[in-house]
């Protein structure tokens, strides 16, 4: 499960961000200043920190100059959040090494959309060949699907789904998520489509009612349950 350092010093753009990353899975640590942030990026290894440029201690600018001149954080990926919305500002973060820019206000939504983006980005940007979860298998390049060593007849709708469900279990996916990451489409009132698609995939998957291999999370969407 990644580790996502949220740094601002506004409470309510806090809670909101960390609420949004929690819902989709991920570890969620915060910081409202400089120096706090500069500690827990020491102690805790993040995988990623979203950075506010403006903080009562410090600029976020320095604090990235910071850690791209840090042999042991010079590859943290880091992406900007802020109320400047000077282009010369965006060119300067991206010139000191930010992997994303964000200005204020944002859909929630779009920050763990870029989270994620970043963050297979960091990755090396290389999808693995095989997805395994359990007796759950995905080729991807043959495009194939075995459970328990029975080959799967999925369509390229169920296929997408479940290869972008299996490559974050455990994360909840709103149906928004599934729709644009898993098949490329834009959110426009599509989302119901994708409870269709899972009822299929579950009829081919789950043998055991009691234990569904695809979860629903009440109020958010769906997760692969991580075997």
């Known amino acids: 499960m990644p580790t996502i350092l949220v740094v601002d010093d506004d409470p309510g753009i806090i809670r909101l961000v960390c609420s949004y990353l929690e819902q989709a899975g991920f570890r969620v640590l915060s910081a409202n200043d400089g120096n706090t942030a500069r500690r827990m990026i020491r102690q ?14 410090a600029d976020g600018f320095d604090i990235a100059r910071s850690l791209r001149a840090d042999d042991a954080t010079a590859h943290l990926p880091i992406v900007m959040l802020t109320a400047r919305v000077d282009d010369t500002d965006r060119i300067v ?10 200005t204020k206000p944002f859909n929630p939504r779009e920050v763990v959309a870029r989270v994620r983006a970043v963050l297979r980005r960091a990755a ?3 999808t693995p060949q095989r997805l395994v979860n359990g007796g759950l298998v995905l080729d991807l390049d043959a495009h194939q699907a ?3 060593g029975k080959e799967l007849s999925l369509t390229p709708t169920e296929f ?30 599509l989302e119901r489509t994708i409870d269709s698609h899972i ?3 579950r009829k081919k998957l789950e043998t055991d009612p ?18």
């Open 44 to 57: 805790e290894h993040p995988d990623l920190v979203i950075l506010d440029l403006m903080l009562p201690d």
């Open 210 to 227: 009691t234990a569904p291999v695809i979860e629903t999370v009440y109020g958010v969407g769906y997760r692969l349950r991580n075997v």
């Open 199 to 201: 009822k299929n995939l």
């Open 124 to 126: 090396g940007g290389v």
């Open 146 to 148: 075995w459970l328990g």
């Open 93 to 102: 973060g991206l010139e000191l090494g930010a992997d994303d820019y964000i």
């Open 160 to 189: 997408a789904l479940l290869a972008l469900l299996m490559r974050y279990p455990g994360h909840a996916f709103t149906r928004a998520d599934l729709l644009e990451q898993g098949l490329g489409y834009a959110a426009t009132g």
